[in-house]
């Protein structure tokens, strides 16, 4: 068992050495914190997330997610709502550019969406009652879960080792849009900030999230305006398109409200497009409604009408007619610049008083879709480690192998699929690849390297 004198498996100890509960302190306050602050309430916990976000909830993001294995073991662990998260998707499809299916293959999968996840998880860490809620419930007080404090309009600026404790800077915007500078201790960290965290920043400056060459272009739109031809291969199927510089999913997930009741779902699109570094047409695509040049993403209703026309007339040019469809159809279409963010040397530093998770610890192509599954399983690791269901080690290889290999993994698919010209075949193969469950994937002997140093 890994002690460092003050941690012995994540649990904090006194200078008389008996255990208390560790004061600990969330960064980051989407989904991979909101996983971390549930799991540490429901094992008790107590935990401050800070998100610097000023609103209270943050917006509707407009994404689908497909719901990998610990993602549904997250929610069948510690969701209390009995909200349905997932849409079910029977089949696997893949399209021509005429629009004929030329490959189909019966694999379940779920499909959810951000907002719907986002809302269960605020319900379920800090009582956050919403019409998502609808046909579950607002969970239920345990007299065994840890206290939670959510704090919005609160950016992280710097962390200090302080020996037992880490001293977190942030400054914390009030309801004047002023600024106070403030602190706090805490004998944990949670580093959950995503991509571009502060924290990882901090610890390894000389990490970059650099641009892979293309974007990917989502939107949504309701299942009841889909055409015929479109809901026959859409509908709870998960469909494929490949083609020169160019990839296309999409499939069915929960609606308004997270409803998921047939016919008042929504089909969301993901489409895949090169996009060349400092080119002309990435410019335009990446400058909003306002004339500011987004680095990484363009939100919903931020897309200037010129780009957008752009890209109907790209995807009218290149994609299969009922993938065409959804981009003519959709009326809050958002764009997300592809990045690398290679692993973090390690996941725990500061004499384990941080934790990096999720996207902080690893930034993951979307071609994986296991982004929202990592940061479920770290989470899940994370708890385990602490209450000492299982050791530092065991936490540290687990989650530094599953990063390195997935991470990998997306880069290796994603460059396969946009800049090479292959059989479908191999297009499938790289698909059925990538959903190997975690359980059953193995790792090659590189994602060992080191591990046992740290």
Not at 140 to 165: H, L, M, N, W
Not at 409 to 434: C, H, P, T, W
Request: some cysteine; charged content about 25%.
């Amino acid at each position: 068992m890994a002690t460092n004198g003050t941690h012995t498996n994540g649990v904090a100890h006194n200078s008389d050495g008996v255990k208390h509960k560790p004061k600990i302190v969330i960064v980051g306050g989407s989904l991979g914190g909101l996983f971390a602050g549930t799991a540490l309430k429901t094992h008790g916990y107590d935990t401050i997330l800070l998100e610097r976000n000023p609103d209270n909830l943050l917006h509707n993001q407009g994404a689908g997610i497909v719901a990998g294995g610990d993602t549904i073991s997250f929610f069948e662990r510690y969701d209390r709502t009995g909200k349905p998260v997932a849409v079910p998707s029977y089949k696997r499809i893949y399209l021509n550019q005429k629009g004929d299916v030329i490959h189909e293959q019966a694999q379940r999968q779920n499909m959810t969406s951000w907002d719907l996840s986002y809302y269960l998880l605020r319900a379920n860490y800090d009582r956050i009652d919403s019409a998502y809620l609808e046909g579950g419930k607002l969970p239920e007080v345990r007299p065994t879960d840890g206290e939670v404090t959510y704090c919005s309009g609160c950016t992280v600026t710097a962390i200090e080792d302080k020996g037992d404790q880490v001293l977190i800077s942030y400054l914390r915007r009030g309801e004047d849009g002023k600024e106070e500078a403030t602190t706090i201790l805490a004998d944990l960290v949670v580093a959950a900030d995503g991509p571009s965290s502060t924290i990882r920043k901090i610890l390894e400056p000389e990490v970059e999230r650099t641009y892979a060459g293309y974007v990917v272009i989502r939107g949504t739109v309701p299942e009841q305006e889909g055409s015929p031809e479109a809901l026959e291969v859409f509908r709870e199927r998960f469909c494929f398109f490949h083609g020169p510089a160019t990839q296309n999913l999409t499939y069915t997930i929960a609606g308004a409200n997270g409803t998921t009741e047939p016919g008042e779902r929504l089909l969301n699109f993901v489409w895949y497009a090169n996009f060349p570094a400092s080119s002309p047409e990435l410019d335009h695509l990446m400058t909003d409604i306002s004339g500011r040049r987004r680095h990484i993403t363009i939100p919903p209703g931020h897309l200037s009408a010129s780009a957008w026309e752009m890209v109907k007339k790209l995807g009218h040019d290149k994609l299969p007619p009922q993938m065409a469809e959804m981009a003519a159809k959709t009326t809050a279409p958002f764009v997300q610049c592809i990045t690398d963010v290679k692993p973090a040397s390690k996941n725990l530093w500061m004499g384990d008083k941080v934790a990096l998770i999720g996207d902080a610890l690893a930034g993951f192509r979307p071609h994986t879709v296991a982004s929202t599954s990592q940061a479920a399983f770290d989470a899940m690791g994370l708890v385990e480690w602490l209450d000492g269901s299982t050791d530092r080690q065991a936490f540290v290889k687990q989650t530094m192998q599953f990063a390195r290999e997935v991470q990998a993994m997306g880069v290796r698919i994603g460059d396969r699929s946009q800049f090479e010209d292959l059989e479908i075949k191999e297009y499938i193969e790289d698909r059925n690849f990538a959903s190997i469950i975690r359980q059953e994937r193995v790792y090659g002997k590189w994602t060992e390297e080191g591990l046992d140093v740290i």
